[in-house]
Every structure is written in C-alpha cells, then in structure tokens.
C-alpha cells in the first residue's frame, strides 16, 4: 500500500479513538470513520498490466528464488 494510504488510515483510526463520547453526533461520526476504515481495508491494489514486450523484474527475481 502507498504510504499515504497507511497514513489516511492511521489518521482515521485515532479520529474514531478520539470520538468515544456517548451523545449522537460523536457515534455518527465514529460509525461513519469505522465505515470507511472497512471500505479502506476491502481494497486490494489492482496489479498493473504490462505490456507483452515488457518483463517485470520482481517476477524474474521471484521465478530464479
């Protein structure tokens, strides 16, 4: 994952920390944090497509391990 990623990430996770209160704004808001940290989590980087001319070199090092 992209450091900013990680980064956005950490940064909601400790805003939900912080939105501990009882009263409703602070559980929506705290919800709707959660909500996305899952969505974040779902994400899977999509792998990008070369071209057939191109050879990547982590496959070639992985394939002479």
Do not use: W
Not at 19 to 32: C, E, M, P, Y
């Amino acid at each position: 994952m992209p450091p900013t990623y990680l980064l956005a990430r950490d940064h909601l996770q400790r805003a939900a920390v912080i939105l501990q209160g009882a009263d409703t704004r602070s559980r929506q808001l705290r919800h709707i944090i959660e909500r996305t940290i899952g969505l974040m989590d779902d994400l899977r980087p999509e792998t990008p497509e070369l071209p057939d001319n191109v050879y990547s070199l982590e496959t070639y090092r992985r394939d002479r391990s």
